[in-house]
Structures are given as C-alpha cells and as structure tokens.
C-alpha cells in the first residue's frame, strides 16, 4: 500500500477542518448500512409508548442486513445517509480536523512532547463541541434509521429537511437536541478511545521506527483505535440511540432511559449492537483516518500549486 508522502510544509488548520468533513462523509458512505444495522438492534425490544409488538427480528448483522433488503429493501440500508453526511461536514470537521489544535492549546510552552493529559482534554473540548454544534443532524439520522422498518403512512417525516421542520414544530427547538447530554459523554469517550489512541498508536509505531508515516502505519493505528472506542462507548451508545428515538415523553430522561434499559435487559442491554458497532466503528476508523491523512496531505502539496 502506497500513499502520498508527508510534505515539507505541515497542513493548516483550515486544510485538516476540510479533510475531514470530507474523510467522515467519505466513510460514512462505505459504512452507513453497518450503522443503519446497529440502531436496529439497539432499539430491538424496546418498550414503546404506546405498546407496540414489533413483526421483525433481527438477527445478528448479516441477519439485520439481508432482513432489511428482503423486507424493505436495499435502499433501506442508507436511510438517513443525507443526515449523516450533513452530520459528518460539521461533525468530523470539528472533532477531528480541530484535534490538534486544539491539543496545542493544552500543551505547556516548551515542552517536547504531548502528554496524556493534554491529549485526553482535546480530545473531550473537540467531541463536546463538535456535539453541541451537529446534534440536530444526529436526531434527524437515528429516526431516520429506526423508522424504516414502517410504512410509508406510518413514518413520521417525509424527508430530511421535514424531519429538521416537524421536530421543531411538536417538540420544540429542544427535541433537535434530544439526547445531547449522553451524546457529549459519548462522543467525549469516542474522542478519547478514538482519537487519541490513534495519535498513541501512530506515534508509537513510528518512534519504535516498526513503520513509516504512511497508509500501513495509518491502516493499523485506526483498526486499534475503532476497537477501544467501541468497548469504551458501546454503553452510552445504546443509551443515546434509544432515547434520541424514543417518543415524547416515553423517558423523563437520559438516566431513567438507562434505569428502563438495565430493568429490561440488564447489564447486557448496554452492549446490544456490538458486533455491528465494532464493524462500523472499526471500519469507518480505518477508512476515515487513512482518508484524511491523504487528503490533508494533498491539500497541503496542491498549495504550492494554487498560490
């Protein structure tokens, strides 16, 4: 595997913003069926206000996804991907693409080297923030992706831009935040098993001089970074996809949806959707990272070429 090569003159932070909005949407695009699969079956048993006994069991991934195909059909798969993609533009751009800056924020002046610390409090600042800024298109994603099992009479929007309308109109600007608090836990956990343990990773690899600054090394540092985050955020996952899905007023809020989860399921419900979350997590790590090294990196050597 070859790739482009580091230039002389690292990215800008403007470069790293745009290479990753566009590496997130990029993954997004080849994994988007894994994380349509994992919703399914985290909110597979869920108690529903009203009670409903829902037709359809899933069954593992490959179960979730050839039931869906035959039952909904292949389009099914990318339901809410225009959500998505709005998602990652904001999303990635900030939580990724502003890492390192952000990390130069909290590294003392004069030090050589970054340390845990600051790497674990940037890591938290860029997913708090990147949150506060996307959730909107996180709500409008997960609703698409649970509701494709209905009929068309039965769902509740019609497109993306009347999910943003309705959202707001019945619920209040607050529902297009619905979840926002266990979505920054989450993703202040995804940040640190994922971000930072792939800057470990990677930084680790090329002072062992095991590899060099390029697709393999990136290849491999994402893989392990998509596993520690998905052990780590597996828990609060779930809990954000049910009670961003739920109806008005089936939880009083995040904590009592967790209460609902563990009396229903136990200490197992927290990590339904495994399997399909390590998949999607896993993958659209290795894509994502390999994706925006390369693109930062040829943004920074077009420069040149433009000015």
Not at 52 to 68: A, H, K
Not at 78 to 90: C, E, I, K, N, P
Request: a positive charge; proline letters at 5%; hydrophobic letters at 45%.
């Amino acid at each position: 595997m070859v790739g482009l090569k580091p230039p002389e003159v690292p990215p800008t932070a403007a470069m790293k913003f745009v290479s990753a909005g566009m590496a997130g949407c990029i993954a997004d695009l080849c994994t988007f069926p894994l994380d349509t699969a994992k919703v399914r079956l985290q909110i597979q048993g869920e108690v529903t206000i009203p009670r409903t006994v829902s037709s359809v069991e899933y069954r593992g991934v490959l179960g979730t996804l050839s039931t869906m195909v035959r039952t909904e059909g292949a389009r099914s798969l990318y339901s809410g991907l225009v959500a998505g993609l709005q998602r990652q533009m904001s999303f990635a751009s900030i939580r990724i693409g502003l890492y390192d800056s952000v990390k130069q924020l909290y590294t003392p002046k004069g030090a050589e080297n970054t340390g845990m610390g600051a790497r674990l409090l940037a890591g938290c600042t860029t997913g708090a923030v990147a949150v506060a800024c996307a959730q909107p298109t996180d709500v409008v994603k997960v609703r698409f992706q649970a509701s494709g099992a209905l009929t068309d009479s039965a769902r509740r929007y019609s497109g993306t831009v009347d999910a943003y309308r309705t959202i707001a109109r019945e619920e209040g600007i607050r529902g297009l935040w619905r979840g926002t608090l266990p979505n920054i836990a989450r993703n202040a956990i995804i940040n640190c098993g994922e971000l930072v343990t792939y800057d470990l990773l990677k930084d680790a690899l090329l002072r062992a001089h095991l590899m060099t600054d390029n697709v393999p090394c990136h290849f491999v540092a994402a893989f392990g970074a998509g596993f520690c985050a998905t052990v780590v955020a597996s828990p609060v996952d779930v809990v954000k996809t049910r009670y961003m899905n739920a109806s008005p007023g089936q939880y009083r809020n995040a904590l009592s949806c967790l209460l609902a989860l563990l009396l229903q399921d136990g200490p197992a419900g927290l990590y339904k959707g495994f399997v399909p979350s390590f998949l999607r997590l896993g993958s659209w790590n290795v894509v994502m990272f390999v994706s925006y090294e390369q693109l930062q990196r040829a943004l920074a050597l077009a420069r040149p070429a433009v000015a």
